[in-house]
């Protein structure tokens, strides 16, 4: 099956950072997510981003499906930040979400 | 709007209890649905899925099973818990549109299950 992996596993960063996480995946998707669970496990969405570009506030994703990643920057980092992020894809002609192994992010006052 | 509802919250159960725990989604009609579990500080695993009523696909042999009594409510049980059974049930639903891609997945609130 196709396989999904993050990087980097864990970051620390002071707040007001930069920072840009990867999601690298073995097959071909029709959809993909980004998530962050915060620290109450509640997993929120940030992006359904199978192709291009999106930015949401400090947020923003870009997916290049044709390479296999996809990539999601946070700018000017604040310790609400903190968490897990995930992503999440689905291959064509299934119904199943294949998640990452995460990136655990720390934002330091 | 959309909502998704798990519980309950929390549970503690003694290992070889029996285990139901039920999901309902609001505001939507026809959802994929979906189980996961997520052991303490790893990633989501996806235990089963649902396209339909009494459609349950398991993606994971285990104890546990899934089933579907209504569009909008899905239930995960077990006969007998084990240890290892212990960990983050998340229920999640998507929109289908036949012959249209599907969408965002959203997720519940969780049920914090720990075996003793």
């Known amino acids: 099956g196709i396989q999904v992996e993050q990087s980097p596993p864990d970051l620390i960063l002071q707040e007001g950072a930069n920072s840009t996480l990867r999601c690298n995946f073995s097959d071909s998707v029709n959809n993909l997510q980004w998530f962050h669970q915060n620290p109450w496990g509640q997993l929120i969405n940030l992006f359904y981003i199978p192709s291009g570009t999106k930015q949401n506030g400090r947020l923003s994703a870009t997916t290049v499906a044709t390479e296999r990643y996809s990539l999601l920057y946070i700018s000017s980092s604040q310790t609400t930040d903190s968490g897990v992020y995930f992503c999440a894809v689905e291959t064509s002609g299934t119904y199943k979400y294949i998640f990452g192994t995460g990136t655990r992010l720390k934002v330091l006052a | 709007s959309q909502t998704i509802h798990q519980w309950p919250a929390t549970l503690v159960q003694p290992v070889g209890s029996p285990l139901s725990l039920e999901c309902t989604v609001e505001g939507t009609s026809n959802p994929n649905l979906y189980w996961y579990r997520q052991a303490a500080g790893r990633g989501l695993q996806l235990l089963f899925y649902?396209?339909?009523?009494?459609?349950i696909s398991s993606e994971v042999p285990q104890n546990l099973s899934a089933s579907r009594p209504q569009d909008r409510q899905f239930i995960l049980s077990s006969k007998k818990l084990l240890l290892s059974d212990s960990g983050f049930y998340l229920c999640?639903?998507?929109?289908?549109?036949?012959?249209?891609?599907?969408?965002?997945?959203?997720f519940g609130p969780g049920t914090r299950l720990l075996v003793l």
């Open positions: 999640a639903w998507s929109s289908r549109n036949p012959g249209r891609v599907k969408e965002t997945q959203y």
């Open positions: 649902s396209v339909g009523i009494g459609q």
